[in-house]
């Protein structure tokens, strides 16, 4: 129980840090690419700001690990953030490392209890935009026969792409831009899948909420029904027994 309860003040002590971090990491990845006369050194800064917030993301599983009760189950459940800190390492590719620290702070971001499903889904859908434009602006923008040159056209690109739409006036044309594309096109479904169930699961609870005061409201009726009719048989009793007094 103390591992647990050590586990739990770990999670709660680190939420803020590691969500101020992420916003780091989202502004070190995004100057390169927006800032396209960025010098070197800049680069360089905002490189290594990525490898540390990875870094970090990468030390809170570790500690996670080392604080569960059972390490074994911990990994097997966890198995999506042990190849998040993973695959960086064995591919130090930039791209990679997006993916594997925005895995890192999704997961980490659904551990916290008082992040509501719709906060997290919306501030997935941001994530997932920002970031899907950023990155297929970096691959395409180079491209000799790309369409993707601005990061106008990539934020458009990327809104049509997780929606589903496709109008095709805008397409990657790398194979690095169409397997970010395949990502946000299932990353779109997915989100879009949960804001269908879950304003479902809030008509169905609250059809049910509805449903539970009728039968509340019919079981007390009938209560005060059989009530007045028990009522009127003592009164006729009464009435009879007074009535037999007097003759």
Wanted: proline share 3%; with cysteine; hydrophobic share 50%.
């Amino acid at each position: 129980m103390e591992q647990l309860s050590a586990q739990a003040r770990w999670e709660r002590h680190t939420q803020r840090p590691l969500l101020a971090l992420a916003v780091a990491f989202a502004l070190a990845y995004a100057v390169p690419i927006v800032d396209t006369s960025a010098g070197h050194s800049l680069t360089a800064a905002c490189t290594m700001v990525e490898w540390l917030v990875w870094a970090a993301f990468a030390v809170d599983y570790l500690m996670r690990l080392a604080l569960a009760p059972r390490r074994k189950e911990f990994v097997r459940r966890h198995w999506l953030d042990l190849c998040a800190v993973v695959l960086p390492i064995l591919q130090p590719l930039r791209l990679l490392r997006l993916v594997s620290t925005l895995m890192l702070v999704g997961r980490r971001a659904r551990m916290a209890p008082q992040i509501r499903l719709t906060t997290y889904v919306v501030g997935a859908v941001v994530g997932l935009l920002m970031f899907g434009s950023l990155a297929v602006l970096s691959v395409e923008r180079e491209s000799p026969h790309g369409n993707i040159r601005t990061l106008g056209d990539a934020v458009w690109w990327s809104f049509t792409t997780m929606t589903t739409v496709g109008y095709g006036d805008h397409a990657p044309t790398t194979g690095l831009g169409r397997m970010i594309a395949v990502g946000l096109m299932l990353s779109g479904i997915a989100l879009l899948g949960v804001v269908t169930a879950n304003i479902a699961a809030w008509f169905i609870s609250r059809f049910e909420k509805d449903d539970v005061e009728e039968r509340r409201q019919t079981e007390a009726i009938a209560s005060l029904t059989e009530e007045v009719r028990l009522l009127r048989a003592e009164v006729a009793r009464l009435a009879g027994e007074r009535e037999r007094q007097r003759h």
